[in-house]
Nanobody
């Protein structure tokens, strides 16, 4: 019933930018938290950022001001703006939704950063 679909990934040169999008559907709750995780080659999945429906945001330390999460509650969308990308940012980026005590995940979108 709950579905998350990511888009916007691709191949970019180091120092470049990408905008990831996630469309959520099937949730009847307006109060929730949405965010992004990522998993690079040979790495464990790690948390990147999250934002509540009320607007509060949190970021992982490695972001260092390079990424920005935002939401459009009317459209049930969450975004992740990636700037100053580094090769170590190469990963599959997953959108997630936490609502009513449950967590839901999208299929992921691939971000590849070349040197």
């Amino acid at each position: 019933q709950v579905q998350l679909v990511e888009s916007g990934g691709g191949l970019v040169q180091a120092g470049g930018s990408l905008r990831l999008s996630c469309a959520a559907s099937g949730s009847s709750f307006s109060v929730n938290v949405m965010g992004w995780d990522r998993q690079g080659p040979g790495n464990q999945r790690e948390w990147v950022a999250r934002q509540s429906s009320g607007g509060s945001t949190d970021y992982a330390d490695f972001v260092k001001g390079r990424f920005t999460i935002s939401r459009d509650n009317a459209k049930n969308m969450v975004y992740l703006q990636l700037h100053s990308l580094k090769p170590e940012d190469t990963a599959v980026y997953y959108c997630n939704l936490f609502v009513a005590g449950s967590t839901y995940w999208g299929q992921g979108t691939q971000v590849t950063v070349s040197s």
